[in-house]
């Protein structure tokens, strides 16, 4: 949620009517690089490159679209084939239906990749609320998952564990909401994707596929926690180095919560390690792209050499994978 505020005082919690952005650009002068796929009763667009299995799929977090892995993708494209997508509402996606929860959106991607015509096994890449639409996509499918990358990915407890500590607004508002945004494109994409990026957050559709999953947050995550269970594939858990909260005691507190609950993922499964970004804050698919790149090309390989008796990774593929 790199380029949105919003506000959830009594004083606004009146509507969910859209509001401007305030900004202007249009799709239209960007044809979407790669192909928009029938998905259910609405198009999805969906970008492959690179040939080889397992095929790595990216999926971003809260706001985010196909370009947030624009660092990312050309690097794993050179050794398997590696695809971005734009869920409903984002990017060149049109609006989907029905609730925003991460079942949806993990059935959604289910459907996109099959009428592709793009076969598993996936090694799933998920930033941040990415992250619970994936390890629902591996529990409901684990005979399509290969791997797991989880990027400072959300946890199931975040909203009661963080909130406990918090004397600020809540991460995810409860009831009717209003949301004021104000689109800000990352100083670390690729200059030309810049003018891009802004026009795929200035749209309407992007208002109300941001709105509509914040406002299904906490049910995504009460259905995680309700399939807390992950296949023992190869997984990677990526997590920030810098801190996002301000240096006060009650800032610690979070940064401490937010690094237990990292951990926490690493010990869901005997076959995960734990990268730390330690030139990144959250937004570590831009930031410290080089990172994540490491981490893919690790589960790639691991769940190529397809031998689970043995751990994860060797010295030889963390040399292999070095950025």
Known sequence: MKFIRYAASALVMLSMAPLSTGATGSTQAYPAPG??????????????MGE??????????????????????PEVAKYTRACTYDRSGYGWSDSGFGPRTSVNLMSELHMLLHAAGIPGPYVLVGHSFGG????LF????????????????????????????SSGPSLAPRGRFVMYTQPTVPAELPQELKPV??????????????TRELAAFRQSAAQVAHNEWLPEVPTVVVTRGERVWPETAEGDLKEAIWRDMQEDLVRRNDRAVHLIAHYSGHYIPLEQPGAVSSAVCIVVETARAGNPSHGLPSMW???RCRP
């Not at 799929?57 to 892995?69: A, K």
């Open 35 to 48: 192909k928009l796929v029938f998905v259910r009763d609405h198009y999805m667009h969906i970008n492959c």
């Open 52 to 73: 080889g299995h397992p095929t790595v799929v990216m999926d971003s977090g809260l706001g985010g679209t196909s370009l947030d892995w624009a660092l990312i993708q």
């Open 132 to 135: 619970f639409n994936i390890r």
């Open 138 to 165: 591996a529990n409901a499918y684990p005979e399509e998952t290969a791997g797991l990358v989880l990027v400072d990915a959300s946890h199931e407890q975040q909203f009661e564990r963080l909130e406990r500590v």
């Open 197 to 210: 990026a802004l026009a795929l957050m200035s749209t309407t559709a992007t208002y109300v596929a941001i």
């Open 317 to 319: 593929l963390k040399q």
